[in-house]
C-alpha cells in the first residue's frame, strides 16, 4: 500500500527543485511531512477531511497548513481534500445546515432563498442579504460539527484499517514459517 501511494506522491527532491517553493523549503523539507506511516497517514487523512469543508478554493491552502501544523503527511493530507468536488458539496453543506440546525435548537426548518426577481433587483438583493444571514449560523456551526467528526471518524478508520493491513501481513509472514 505504501509503495503504492509513493508512486504517485511527489518527494523531497522535487519539492528542492521547485523555484516557487523555494522560500518555503525550511518548512516544506521537515522529514515527517514526507514519511508515511500509520501516525502520519491517520494525522493527514483528518486533516484533509477537516479541511476539505472549507468554503471556496482554500481548502488545499487550510489543509497544507494544518499538515504543516501537526507534521503530518502532506501530500496525503491534500489528496484527501478532494472528497469534496461539485457532486458532493452540496449534500455536504445541506447536511451541515441540518446538523447546525440541530445543534442550535432552530425548529423552523429550511429557509428557502428568496425567487430571483430582475424587476425588483434592490428588493430581491436586500431579501438574499437577510436569508444569507439567517442561514450563516446554523450552517457554520454545523459545518465546524460535520467537519469535525468526519476528521474523528477517518482519523479512527485509517488507523484501524492500516492495524488491520499490519495484523494480516505478519498472519501472513507466520504462515511462510
Known amino acids: 500500500m505504501r509503495r503504492r501511494l509513493k ?3 511527489p518527494d523531497r527532491e522535487t519539492i ?3 523555484r516557487w517553493l523555494s522560500p518555503f523549503q525550511s518548512s516544506l523539507l521537515h522529514p515527517r511531512l514526507w514519511h ?3 501516525h502520519s497517514a491517520a494525522g493527514a487523512v483528518a486533516a484533509g477531511l477537516f479541511c476539505g ?3 471556496g478554493p482554500l481548502q488545499m491552502v487550510g489543509a497544507a497548513l494544518a499538515a504543516l ?3 503530518v503527511n502532506l501530500p496525503l493530507a491534500l489528496l484527501v481534500t478532494l472528497y469534496t468536488n461539485p457532486l458532493t458539496i452540496v449534500p ?5 445546515y441540518q446538523i447546525g440546525r440541530l445543534l442550535t435548537g432552530d425548529g423552523a426548518g429550511f429557509v428557502a432563498p428568496p425567487e430571483f426577481s430582475t424587476t425588483a433587483l ?3 438583493s436586500e431579501a438574499m442579504q437577510a436569508w444569507m444571514l439567517a442561514v450563516a449560523k446554523p450552517l457554520g456551526i454545523g459545518l465546524i460539527a460535520l467537519a469535525s467528526a468526519l476528521a474523528v471518524a477517518g482519523y479512527l478508520a485509517t488507523r484501524a484499517a492500516w492495524r488491520l493491513y499490519l495484523i494480516s501481513a505478519w498472519r501472513r509472514r ?3 514459517w
Open 36 to 38: 508515511l506511516n500509520r
Open 69 to 71: 501544523c501537526f507534521r
Open 16 to 18: 528542492r527543485r521547485n
Open 92 to 96: 455536504l453543506y445541506l447536511l451541515a
Open 7 to 9: 508512486k504517485y506522491l
Open 174 to 176: 507466520c504462515r511462510r
Open 122 to 124: 434592490v428588493a430581491w
Open 53 to 55: 469543508l472549507i468554503p
